[in-house]
């Protein structure tokens, strides 16, 4: 009776786990890939059965690269990673900065409030003037004064719920015109401006619509618990953290005067590799898509400092800016648009070079034998459907946030050239083509990482079937 003898592993490759019937099972350290199984099934000549043969089953990803190549993948992510943590370390606000409160916007103390009483009243009786006005009633502020004068407004007291004046009512009278009317048993927010005279202290600002927001959110996780299961829920965890790292680090850093972009540059980069390994797990898969994200990020980064220099854009366009210049002059505007730039690409960015990622690895799964140029043509065609998907909805992102503003220069009746030139519109130009040359980038240089790492230094493979002898007598399995 004879065996089957196998050829030997090579020296750089270490024998793998075995399956029960001598199949190879796929392990993974640092860098590799979730544990696979893998058996055997052998038939002996014997009894009249003809030659016997085997083959093997293996389930879960196949071990992407051998232990050299992911030897090369932990020496540029391990010094990336700890040149992360240091930055965080050393950039680490020690928290926002006081400021004296402008009472204007954002920068207001708020109190909550709700909405007792509402009376319908004359217009005529509330309003300062009596007097009917007789000017062009045909344009909008025409219009507007006709209504307040001879319509019916609403006169609305509102109860403070917290604060110091917890309790106290004041009075609010809405015109018909306004946009917010309030109801009976609404919930608001009001403004507090303790240096205006008692009677003016409290202004309505906006309703409160937290239960709303707060159930929306409710119903977001459940379905992503629902559908991704144990994924879903490491992608909550990551999304969490990345808020933490956006409110606890970027945030007050930026307020604390350190430089903008390079704030953005750590915080970016600590949320991509928190939540593509927490999300994907710590495999070579997961290694090359954090590499094709870096350097589309880089690249994202240099285009953006050209171009915002280039085109003199300030990033101080509009109120909002223009309150946080007021209150922290020595803030880089023009950095923290570019900080904008590079947080606002990375979450697409992480989508693309993952996904992107996984179609190499899922395509030589398929075909073990097809070369590295074979992946990267067959995974570049099935990038440039997501190039295109990617980069429509990324300027139809941006241009319905911007609907507002599009509105207002349809109304005026603007060229399609001083409507670009206009740096409002022109800061949102240049967001959306930086970040869509960067995401259009990733696909090519994803791909290709990819391709070579999944190709390059593949663990030995058993010989021929045919250089094998045949069986005789009942076959056996063989132990490792």
Not at 74 to 80: D, G, M, T
Not at 250 to 278: D, F, Q, T, W
Not at 440 to 469: C, E, H, K, N, Y
Request: with cysteine.
């Amino acid at each position: 009776m004879t065996t089957t003898q196998q050829p030997p592993f090579p020296p750089s490759e270490p024998p793998r786990g075995q399956g029960p019937g001598g199949g190879r099972g796929q392990s993974d350290g640092p860098g590799g890939h979730s544990p696979g199984d893998g058996h055997d099934h052998g038939q002996g000549s014997g009894g009249g059965n003809g030659p016997g043969h085997s083959h093997s089953h293996s389930h879960g990803p196949a071990a992407p690269v051998s232990q050299h190549l992911r030897k090369v993948i932990a020496a540029i992510l391990i010094p990336f990673a700890v040149a992360v943590v240091v930055g965080l370390a050393v950039l680490w606000p020690g928290g926002v900065p006081g400021h004296e409160r402008s009472g204007v916007g954002f920068d207001r103390q708020t109190q909550q409030a709700t909405v007792t009483k509402v009376d319908e009243v004359d217009c005529k009786s509330v309003n300062a003037s009596g007097d009917t006005p007789t000017g062009d009633t045909s344009t909008a502020e025409g219009s507007s004064a006709q209504q307040q004068a001879s319509g019916t407004c609403k006169k609305a007291t509102i109860r403070v719920d917290t604060g110091k004046d917890k309790g106290r009512t004041f009075t609010e009278i809405v015109q018909p015109d306004q946009t917010r009317q309030l109801h009976q048993g609404e919930k608001v927010v009001v403004a507090y401006e303790p240096s205006a005279p008692k009677n003016l202290q409290y202004s309505v600002t906006d309703v409160e619509r937290k239960f709303p927001m707060a159930l929306l959110a409710g119903i977001f996780a459940l379905a992503v618990v629902v559908v991704g299961r144990m994924r879903g829920v490491m992608a909550l965890v990551a999304l969490a953290i990345s808020f933490m790292v956006l409110t606890l680090f970027i945030l007050p850093a930026i307020l604390e005067g350190s430089n903008p972009l390079i704030v953005a540059v750590v915080g970016a980069s600590a949320i991509m590799l928190i939540a593509l390994y927490m999300c994907h797990g710590l495999s070579a898969r997961t290694s090359v898509a954090v590499l094709g994200t870096l350097l589309s990020l880089v690249l994202i980064g240099l285009l953006g400092s050209q171009f915002i220099g280039w085109a003199a854009l300030t990033g101080n366009t509009d109120d909002n800016t223009g309150l946080i210049h007021g209150l922290y002059p020595h803030i880089d505007m023009s950095g923290l648009l570019l900080a904008g730039v590079i947080i606002g690409s990375l979450g697409v960015l992480d989508d693309v070079t993952v996904t992107q990622t996984s179609a190499v690895w899922e395509l030589h799964e398929a075909n073990p034998t097809m070369g590295w140029r074979g992946l990267y043509r067959a995974g570049i065609r099935i990038g440039r459907d997501h190039i295109a998907s990617v980069v429509n909805t990324l300027v139809l992102a941006y241009a319905g946030a911007a609907l507002p503003l599009l509105l207002l220069f349809s109304i005026a009746q603007s060229s399609v050239g001083t409507v670009a030139n206009s740096e409002l519109v022109a800061e949102e130009i240049v967001r959306t083509l930086v970040g869509s040359i960067g995401l259009v980038a990733s696909v090519p240089v994803t791909t290709a990482l990819a391709a070579l790492v999944v190709s390059a230094d593949r663990p030995g493979t058993p010989a021929p079937a045919a250089a094998a002898p045949l069986r005789s007598g009942r076959g056996r399995r063989r132990k490792r």
